[in-house]
């Protein structure tokens, strides 16, 4: 019990005292997580909004369970499809993208895209049926009547970034497999509490997972202000 005790406090003490090793980390997390949110989430509202304002899926037979099966893809499954697709002898290899942020980036799309997408598109299935008549009835162009609905379900789509945003920045598979876990250069959160937890140094494990759990707690905080507005 002294133990934990002990690392408690010393992993407080480094977190008051912005210790540069862990600042090193927790950026380099923000700089692979929100660019691979962004890019999923470029990519994965309008295509989540397509399927879901279309009275008829094409394919919908094969598209609806993809999406699904996307949406519980284990990440290490990821890691290690994107890894022989980068790797020397993969078609990509020559982007020289392996045990780089890049190659993490990738990675974490791949993740966060079919949870944006399948959760998108459930939410604006969700709103009631009349709604989209009404608005049709009183002359609305395709254009506006996406746009009323897509405000409708604006919690929902929200509610699909802060998803995606938990899935990816809390996975340790996928980005250890395409990024190596490098000191200064892909080292993230929770491939560095692996790592110091194995070490023994639990002080410095602790205060990055106090540090994730913060990152996570903040996005959920968003969303529940913005749910109230």
Not at 38 to 49: D, E, K, Q, R, Y
Not at 110 to 124: D, K, N, Q, R
Request: aromatic share 6%; glycine share 12%.
């Amino acid at each position: 019990m002294e133990t934990i005790l002990d690392a408690l406090q010393e992993a407080l003490g480094l977190l008051t005292g912005f210790d540069p090793a862990l600042m090193e980390v927790v950026g380099m997390t923000l700089r692979v997580t929100g660019g691979a949110l962004l890019l999923a989430t470029l990519i994965g509202l309008p295509l989540g909004a397509a399927l879901g304002l279309r009275d008829r899926v094409p394919a919908g037979g094969c598209v609806m369970p993809i999406i699904y099966t996307g949406m519980g893809l284990p990440p290490v499954v990821v890691g290690l499809f994107v890894y022989l697709m980068l790797s020397n002898q993969g078609p990509l290899g020559r982007l020289g993208w392996l045990f780089k942020p890049p190659a993490m980036i990738v990675a974490q799309v791949i993740i966060a895209l079919p949870l944006i997408v399948g959760l998108t598109l459930t939410s604006l299935r969700s709103i009631d049926p009349t709604v989209k008549l009404q608005v049709r009835s009183l002359g609305a162009t395709r254009a506006q009547t996406a746009w009323t609905l897509i405000r409708e379900a604006r919690l929902g789509v929200l509610a699909a970034i802060i998803a995606a945003f938990g899935g990816i920045i809390s996975e340790v598979g996928a980005v250890m497999l395409v990024g190596g876990n490098i000191e200064g250069q892909t080292r993230v959160l929770t491939t560095a509490i692996v790592l110091e937890t194995r070490r023994g140094n639990f002080a410095l494990a602790l205060a990055l997972g106090i540090l994730l759990m913060g990152l996570a707690f903040g996005a959920n905080y968003l969303f529940h202000r913005l749910s109230d507005e």
